[in-house]
């Protein structure tokens, strides 16, 4: 690493543990289901599509498939692999099927923001023309592809503006949504039971070659082919057109390190709900729609929107199923929509992964002056979604083609790289996919190659019946598989830092505490984040004493949940939080001031920073403020993330200084004296005066006074009072700082 001339080496410490919020099984289910959940409102009707009646039952051998496929990742993420996925891949398979792993991956998340937002508009645009017939008006009807098209760049574009600015991903957002998907699915199920135990039903026909009825579009380059003729291999055609019901999966190992210990178990319990709940709801939808839905309404009008035809077509009046169908619609929407973000996300974090192993360009990664997000790569993969959507025009069946072909191959890739890790790794894995015979005194994975071989036999099939997909995906992965080369070797042949930056010594530290830092209690946490805005740093050295007083300044390496493994030391600190600590150590040279540099990865901004100071007994932390928010809602953030600690909480305050009018704010985090403004200490003493004329005397002091009137509060919130109380408060607040 270059360095300027004179300049000493620096010690940078570097956090090698994420700092997470742990959550519950339920949640990381819910997280999983937000993704693999939205697929079935789209994937039995693609299948039936080209499949025929018997679709529901390849929807029920892929969704059986996925607990096998679920087990693989499971595997996966017992196995402690550090590196994004380019690296883990290219370390087991090589770096040819790494870049391959890796375009496959991005092609699956490019496509499911389109899919999803499509499949969205559809279902709304059946809606809207159900409701106009019902209501006689057929000038309000909408065109459906065209009307989801329009839909889709809406939902992409805000959700592009949402993450720019910075979005965070809520594990409390994905349960309220998975419960009240849960509620829908319910009602969905019990009405469908009341409604075949009174009409009957229209049996579902088991896939045979007399049942299985191919679309011209299901065989591809097989038309011809005497092989369609094969039992078998049809019904490798039928199942390599369902196994989009599954995607989401690689969502397990996303959340994996968020998973509250014991993490094995809750894992496996996550697992469990996840495959219950795909069950109940993807599988039971496909096979509901062939047994109440009639044929010709079912291929005519509902293919596209399955769940909003069984809405139509259960038992009861018209308008009450019309109610339904809308309840339907909006959490569909909701759901949805939720994985148009999720595919955002995903991208970015693929993509910032990739970087970070050293393939991307670093300029691809520079964040946004104002926000700090990688606005680049956001704006690149919005762009390759918006050019998607437009192409496809609507059609949901091509999208979904083209979605297959990116789930199947990174399952696949996926598989072969925990069979390949299994065998390099000395360390064995806490948990393994069964059926591992030992033959010869060696164990022989051979549950792990029959899945990993069925996921790549489903690809190759899929290679010749998806002409549109794989002349796509196979162009698309070729384009980053080239770019992923050329940019690699590029950077290979670059210096790992400039010459203008400063020379860093890494000292990496797995479990941060003031001892392991070499800090002193009652020391100054300064969060920087953008090295055009370091004046709240200059202001803290210009006021604080660092012989008496420590500073340390601070960085978060924010990561998503996407990937999967661990990060090495090199990747956390990377050229961006470099060049950060080249201008942090200019300025404390400025001041002749000595300050601490330490990063640390972690999701929540806020949450990572407070435990920092929690863990090095800091007892000010200093931020900039923030782009997005007001001071009173910056700390009121950073504040919720204090009560998220465990116990016992430290005293902690905040300062926050505005770049720009050089104000300072400070604010006291939990149970604290408040700030009270003259006025109110003189009323406070007002009353007490009175008070004491009245018979109380020497014996009343001040703070009876504050606790009466306290406690008269509480009792008027629970009264008729609370609105008038509320409205003064609210009137109060509008003029006033928050404390």
């Given amino acids: 690493m270059g360095a300027r001339e004179g300049s000493s080496v620096n010690k940078v410490v570097v956090a090698t543990t994420v700092m997470l919020s742990f959550i519950s099984f339920w949640r990381a289910a819910a997280i999983v289901l937000c993704d693999l959940g939205s697929s079935a409102y789209y994937a039995g009707g693609i299948a039936e599509g080209y499949v025929g009646k018997s679709a529901p039952w390849f929807i029920l051998g892929i969704m059986l498939f996925a607990a096998a496929?679920?087990?693989?990742?499971?595997?996966?993420?017992?196995?402690?692999?550090?590196?994004?996925?380019?690296?883990?891949?290219?370390?087991?398979?090589?770096?040819?099927?790494?870049?391959?792993?890796?375009?496959?991956?991005?092609?699956?998340?490019?496509?499911?923001?389109?899919?999803?937002?499509?499949?969205?508009?559809?279902?709304?645009?059946?809606?809207?023309?159900?409701?106009?017939?019902?209501?006689?008006?057929?000038?309000?009807?909408?065109?459906?592809?065209?009307?989801?098209?329009?839909?889709?760049?809406?939902?992409?574009?805000?959700?592009?503006?949402?993450?720019?600015?910075?979005?965070?991903?809520?594990?409390?957002?994905?349960?309220?949504?998975?419960?009240?998907?849960?509620?829908?699915?319910?009602?969905?199920?019990?009405?469908?039971?009341?409604?075949?135990?009174?009409?009957?039903?229209?049996?579902?026909?088991?896939?045979?070659?007399?049942?299985?009825?191919?679309?011209?579009?299901?065989?591809?380059?097989?038309?011809?082919?005497?092989?369609?003729?094969?039992?078998?291999?049809?019904?490798?055609?039928?199942?390599?057109?369902?196994?989009?019901?599954?995607?989401?999966?690689?969502?397990?190992?996303?959340?994996?390190?968020?998973?509250?210990?014991?993490?094995?178990?809750?894992?496996?319990?996550?697992?469990?709900?996840?495959?219950?709940?795909?069950?109940?709801?993807?599988?039971?939808?496909?096979?509901?729609?062939?047994?109440?839905?009639?044929?010709?309404?079912?291929?005519?009008?509902?293919?596209?929107?399955?769940?909003?035809?069984?809405?139509?077509?259960?038992?009861?009046?018209?308008?009450?199923?019309?109610?339904?169908?809308?309840?339907?619609?909006?959490?569909?929407?909701?759901?949805?929509?939720?994985?148009?973000?999720?595919?955002?996300?995903?991208?970015?974090?693929?993509?910032?992964?990739?970087?970070?192993?050293?393939?991307?360009?670093?300029?691809?990664?520079?964040?946004?002056?104002?926000?700090?997000?990688?606005?680049?790569?956001?704006?690149?993969?919005?762009?390759?979604?918006?050019?998607?959507?437009?192409?496809?025009?609507?059609?949901?069946?091509?999208?979904?083609?083209?979605?297959?072909?990116?789930?199947?191959?990174?399952?696949?890739?996926?598989?072969?790289?925990?069979?390949?890790?299994?065998?390099?790794?000395?360390?064995?894995?806490?948990?393994k996919v069964p059926l591992n015979p030992r033959i010869a005194g060696r164990e022989f994975p051979l549950g792990l190659i029959l899945i990993t071989g069925f996921l790549l036999t489903l690809g190759i099939v899929n290679l010749f019946t998806k002409q549109v997909a794989t002349i796509g995906g196979l162009s698309f992965t070729a384009i980053i598989f080239l770019v992923f080369t050329v940019t690699e070797q590029y950077n290979r042949r670059r210096h790992a830092y400039a010459g203008e930056l400063e020379k860093f010594r890494l000292e990496t530290q797995e479990m941060l505490s003031q001892e392991t830092i070499k800090v002193r209690p009652g020391n100054v946490l300064v969060a920087v984040r953008n090295p055009h805005e370091l004046r709240h740093l200059n202001r803290v050295l210009e006021r604080v004493d660092t012989r008496k007083l420590d500073v340390v300044a601070l960085t978060v390496k924010r990561v998503s949940r996407t990937g999967g493994f661990e990060l090495e030391p090199e990747q956390i600190f990377t050229r961006r939080v470099a060049q950060l600590f080249t201008r942090v150590v200019a300025e404390a040279e400025k001041a002749g001031k000595h300050v601490e540099l330490l990063v640390v990865p972690g999701r929540d901004y806020n949450r990572a920073v407070v435990e920092v100071a929690q863990r090095l007994k800091s007892n000010l932390v200093v931020m900039g403020l923030s782009a997005k928010m007001s001071p009173s809602q910056q700390a009121k953030a950073f504040g919720d993330a204090w009560e998220r600690l465990p116990q016992p909480r430290p005293q902690l305050s905040l300062e926050i200084l505005d770049e720009s009018t050089g104000k300072q704010m400070f604010f006291n985090l939990g149970p604290h004296p408040p700030r009270l403004w003259p006025e109110d200490v003189e009323l406070l003493h007002k009353l007490w005066l009175d008070l004491t004329k009245r018979g109380l005397g020497h014996r009343l002091h001040h703070r009876d006074v504050v606790r009466v009137a306290l406690r008269q509060l509480e009792s008027a919130l629970g009264s008729e009072k609370a609105d008038e109380i509320m409205k003064e408060l609210k009137e109060e607040t509008s003029h006033t700082e928050e404390e």
């Fill in 69 to 431: 496929v679920r087990a693989i990742y499971i595997e996966s993420c017992t196995m402690f692999v550090r590196g994004g996925v380019y690296r883990v891949v290219r370390a087991a398979l090589g770096g040819t099927l790494a870049k391959f792993s890796v375009s496959a991956l991005l092609f699956d998340f490019i496509l499911t923001g389109p899919i999803s937002g499509v499949s969205a508009g559809l279902y709304l645009a059946g809606l809207i023309n159900e409701t106009s017939d019902l209501l006689q008006s057929p000038g309000t009807k909408v065109n459906p592809p065209y009307f989801a098209v329009f839909f889709t760049v809406l939902v992409t574009l805000y959700f592009w503006r949402k993450n720019i600015i910075g979005m965070h991903e809520s594990s409390r957002k994905a349960l309220r949504i998975m419960q009240l998907t849960t509620v829908m699915v319910v009602i969905l199920i019990v009405w469908c039971i009341v409604t075949i135990i009174q009409r009957g039903f229209n049996p579902v026909p088991f896939p045979t070659l007399e049942t299985i009825h191919f679309s011209n579009e299901a065989v591809g380059w097989l038309k011809d082919s005497p092989l369609t003729g094969v039992w078998a291999i049809a019904v490798l055609i039928g199942l390599g057109h369902s196994v989009l019901a599954m995607s989401g999966e690689e969502s397990l190992a996303q959340v994996n390190r968020e998973i509250a210990s014991p993490k094995l178990k809750n894992l496996k319990r996550a697992a469990t709900v996840i495959m219950v709940f795909s069950l109940m709801f993807t599988v039971l939808v496909s096979f509901f729609a062939v047994m109440i839905i009639p044929d010709e309404q079912r291929v005519g009008l509902y293919l596209e929107n399955l769940i909003g035809g069984l809405a139509m077509n259960v038992v009861g009046p018209l308008p009450l199923r019309l109610l339904f169908h809308a309840f339907v619609v909006v959490v569909g929407t909701i759901l949805l929509s939720g994985a148009v973000n999720t595919a955002i996300i995903g991208s970015n974090g693929v993509l910032n992964r990739v970087a970070e192993d050293g393939v991307l360009p670093d300029w691809l990664r520079e964040p946004h002056r104002k926000f700090g997000t990688s606005a680049r790569i956001i704006t690149l993969i919005v762009i390759l979604q918006i050019v998607t959507i437009v192409l496809t025009m609507g059609d949901i069946r091509l999208l979904g083609d083209a979605y297959a072909f990116g789930v199947i191959w990174s399952f696949g890739m996926e598989g072969l790289a925990v069979l390949v890790l299994r065998h390099k790794k000395k360390q064995k894995p806490e948990w």
